[in-house]
């Protein structure tokens, strides 16, 4: 949940001329207009459909079917007097997950302009995806891997002209992890626990995560996706993963930046 000032799951990821968003969960609308607008990303890619990861497509899709709002029905305090038309961002979600969102943006409607209701048709350009569908954005590759999880969910493999990235999701399938993080540069996973859970919850400990990463030689670990801000708790994650993978273990948090390469 968002804590601490801090947005639940959502990644930006650069590469030359492209802007990739992992995931958007609550929180995430906001800290990404701090660094850019929505209507610069070349595509927004979404792990798995629980809230935390997606919810604020919402918020992103309403922002850019504001500008076009003319007229009459224009909101006074929007700047300018001409309508703006976005180009639609391309959104790749799960298979089955268009009828879902919809229902989303139905369930919060805008009475006085209808057109804010229709993200999921004018503001995002939507496809769904199966897993080890191979998408490509710009000058990135994504691979989609299926974990296991307490619903469908894909890790995403991304691999750039710079480097490679892997990003978990949520999971609690480390062999699965170990295929999607082979050899990359930069191993993105979540570590919400502190002691291995093997429940219908489907997340990793902090020593999981550390053990994958150790199994797939990948380059860098960054843990995410904490129940929890305290720094005394989050130092004992790093440590856990530590004991396990002999590379860097990187801790997240709000705008930390981290540049993927060949170690």
């Known amino acids: 949940m968002p804590a601490d000032g801090q947005a639940s799951s959502s990644y930006l990821v650069t590469d030359g001329s492209t802007r990739l968003l992992l995931d958007c969960g609550p929180g995430g609308a906001t800290a990404l207009s701090a660094v850019t607008h929505v209507s610069t990303l070349d595509a927004i890619v979404i792990s798995h459909l629980h809230s935390d990861h997606c919810y604020d497509l919402l918020p992103l899709g309403k922002t850019l079917l504001a500008g076009r709002i003319a007229g009459d029905h224009r909101f006074p305090t929007l700047p300018g007097a001409g309508a703006v038309e976005y180009p639609r961002v391309p959104l790749y979600i799960p298979a089955g997950g268009k009828a879902k969102l919809d229902a989303l943006a139905a369930a919060l ?35 989609p891997l299926p974990l296991r999880h307490s619903l469908a969910n894909c890790g995403m493999r991304v691999t750039g002209p710079a480097g490679t990235l892997a990003y978990s999701g949520d ?33 990793l400990s902090a020593a999981q995560a550390g053990e994958a990463a150790a199994a797939a030689g990948a380059g860098a670990l960054v843990l995410t996706h904490f129940v929890t801000a305290d720094p005394g708790w989050l130092e004992a994650r790093r440590r856990d993963a530590q004991r396990a993978f002999g590379g860097p273990v990187h801790l997240a948090s709000p705008g930390r930046r981290f540049e993927v390469r060949p170690a």
């Open 109 to 143: 409607p805008v009475p006085t302009s209808p057109v804010l209701d229709q993200s999921f048709d004018l503001a995002f350009d939507v496809t769904e995806y199966e897993p080890r569908d191979a998408l490509t954005v710009g000058d990135c590759r994504i691979e």
């Open 171 to 203: 999971t609690f399938d480390v062999p699965g992890l170990i295929e999607l993080a082979r050899g990359v540069d930069l191993f993105l996973c979540e570590a919400t626990l502190e002691l291995t859970d093997d429940t219908r919850h489907g997340h």
